[in-house]
């Protein structure tokens, strides 16, 4: 029986990942509804190795790892390792569910395209490469699967590459991963050749250094965007909402957060990676909330909300609970692709505007979008009893009974607080009151396939919490730990925020904006001007004087002393032997020249 509970994960598993490539093999007619059906037969079948761990409980669950030797090159065997434990029995129904989701919704959204298909294959080499990147058991593998999201983010995020913004968007994504792959690559060849072999176990068997620990936190700071390599995750709005919504929610931007998952046994002692991570995600937390606070592009803010929710997990890791930060990743999942959906539909309705402040008036005219993103929203600001809730709370709660710094404590406190201002003033922006602006359409479009997917996420958003919480913590402590006047810092944190934002919103927000207050947004993303202005700017005029005064003068200097130096003597020895004086040489030049003459 034993045996049997160890085949079954690893075959339904497998059976799960070949529906998912299946549209890729039968070439139907219709490959959007194809890839979308394959999809949903995929998350039914990676529910059974779900009820095994239900039943069994996650601590109770034997990792299985299967082996594929691939190349022997006499020193060291390249195998490919495949590991099904407790986090990707987990979370691969996760990324299923909220993939049907959004190719549901795709289905609806991009129905005009004329290269839908080649589209739908695109999201469903996205999906294929993070089902490999969660399921690999070493690092080989685990780089195939980061390479290929990285890919197929800047083929998706580049989809209208037709437009300047759109290809440079998708350029610059590739361009800060390519610092995370290099940071990988290295940790993957040090292992390569110091022991040959690049398993996980491998990793955690020996006392890694502090050097390879880095460049492994580096690889997840670019991949999960943490400050300083966040400027990509905004920029790469300019793709279809679709791709928002898988890349922030189940694929891109968490790789990097399990990766340090994935490896935390090695660095569960090293107080240095430990504080990085802390202060890494606790400074990213709360920039991004400020941010989205300033920003008025509503996927901007949703995109900017998936920053500081990374950073929060970047924090739960820090204070050495991968777990809570595996939790806060599978809740997040389920509200960040239901609003970036929702976003999808009101900007869908709106004639591709995207400014919050000329919206307003939309909860009658979309009922069911403007339900789920206050359901959304909710569950964003850690609302009692919604999905992060539980998550979250844990996350700070844990935090303030730990031995931390007390600045990362506040940096997160202050993003709790920002994540309510933002939240509702987004949902008083858009929904409530009446329109600022006139509308272009008299017909609101909200149909079954954009409706659906929005329901199913929101159910989720509003269950997944206990479920989850029941899952991976079947022992947790059903009573606070803390006095309550500490228990209840984030809730009273949040709920002030809330009513603070009410007014601000009440404010800003209730009459038309001027013509002339349009063009004047302030842009709180100054890590992108400094880096890509200021930065680039600075090294491309270096470059030119060294190039144009550097080289040049060493090369000057070269051919002064050495090649016009004994050409000119060359010149003047030549000159100096017809130049001295005697009318012979004269004559004779003369009558050479009078011959040549007379010869043509």
């Known amino acids: 029986m034993s045996t049997l509970f160890m085949l079954i994960p690893t075959l339904f598993s497998f059976l799960a990942f070949f529906m998912v490539i299946s549209p890729f093999l039968l070439r139907s007619n219709n490959f959007s509804k194809s890839a979308t059906r394959a999809v949903k037969i995929a998350l039914y079948l ?6 095994l761990l239900i039943l069994k409980g996650p601590d109770n669950v034997t990792a299985t790892v299967t082996s594929f030797p691939w190349l022997d090159n006499f020193c060291s065997t390249l195998t490919l390792l495949t590991l099904f434990d407790k986090y990707q029995i987990i979370f691969l129904p996760i990324a299923l569910f909220v993939t049907w989701s959004i190719l549901q919704f795709s289905s609806w959204y991009m129905a005009e395209d004329p290269k839908k298909d080649v589209f739908f294959a695109h999201l469903l080499l996205f999906l294929t490469m993070m089902i490999i990147l969660i399921s690999s058991g070493n690092l080989i593998l ?129 107080y240095t990676i430990l504080s990085t991570c802390l202060s890494l995600g606790a400074i990213t937390s709360a920039y991004a909330a400020w941010s989205a606070v300033k920003h008025n592009d509503m996927k901007k803010i949703i ?81 009692p009893y919604m999905v992060a809730f539980f ?43 009446q329109p600022r602006v006139t509308p272009t359409t008299l017909m609101f479009d909200e149909p079954l396939d954009a409706k659906q997917p929005l329901i199913r996420l929101a159910i989720g958003s509003v269950i997944g919490g206990p479920i989850l919480l029941w899952m991976l913590f079947p022992s947790f402590p059903k009573e606070a730990t803390l006095p309550d ?67 040049d003068h060493a090369l000057a200097e070269f051919s002064n002393k050495f090649a016009f130096t004994s050409l000119n003597i060359k010149l003047t020895k030549a000159i100096t032997h017809t130049h001295k004086g005697l009318i012979q040489l004269y004559l004779a030049c003369y009558f050479i020249t009078l011959n040549l003459v007379l010869a043509y």
């Open 391 to 433: 998550s979250k709370d844990a996350i700070i709660e844990t935090a303030t009974n730990s031995m931390i710094n007390t600045f990362a404590l506040l940096l997160t406190l202050v993003a709790t607080s920002c994540t309510a201002i933002y939240s509702l003033r987004m949902i008083y922006a858009t929904l409530l009151k």
């Open 142 to 270: 685990f780089f195939i699967g980061w390479e290929g999201v990285g890919i197929m983010s800047f083929l998706l995020i580049g989809w209208y590459n037709s437009r300047a913004n759109a290809a440079t968007a998708a350029l610059m994504a590739i361009l800060y991963n390519r610092i995370g792959d290099i940071g990988l690559m290295m940790a993957l060849v040090s292992l390569t050749k110091f022991g040959g072999l690049t398993s996980f176990d491998y990793l955690f068997s020996f006392n890694a250094p502090t050097t390879l620990l880095l460049s492994l936190v580096v690889a997840a700071a670019s991949k999960s965007a943490q400050f300083m390599f966040h400027p990509w995750l905004i920029s790469a709005m300019e793709g279809p909402t679709p791709v928002s919504a898988l890349l922030h929610s189940s694929t891109m931007v968490v790789a990097g957060v399990f990766l340090l998952i994935r490896i935390h046994p090695v660095f569960s002692n090293n």
């Open 485 to 551: 006047y500490v228990k209840w810092t984030a809730l009273i944190i949040t709920v002030s925020s809330f009513l603070l934002a009410l007014f601000f919103a009440w404010w800003r927000h209730w009459s038309t904006p001027k013509a002339n207050t349009l063009t004047k947004e302030f842009n709180p993303d100054l890590m992108s001007l400094s880096i890509h202005r200021y930065a680039a700017g600075h090294v491309l005029t270096s470059g030119w004087q060294i190039v144009a005064f550097g080289i």
């Open 303 to 383: 995109a900017l909300s998936t920053c500081s929710q990374l950073g929060l997990m970047m924090v739960a890791i820090g204070i050495n609970l991968p777990d809570l930060a595996f939790f806060h990743m599978c809740s997040h999942a389920f509200f960040k692709a239901m609003l970036f959906l929702c976003s999808g539909v009101v900007i869908h309705n709106l004639g591709n505007n995207q400014d919050i402040r000329l919206m307003g008036g939309l909860f009658k005219a979309l009922p069911i979008t403007s339900t789920c993103i206050t359901i959304g929203s909710l569950a964003l600001m850690g609302t």
């Open 46 to 51: 990676s529910l059974v190795p779900l009820t």
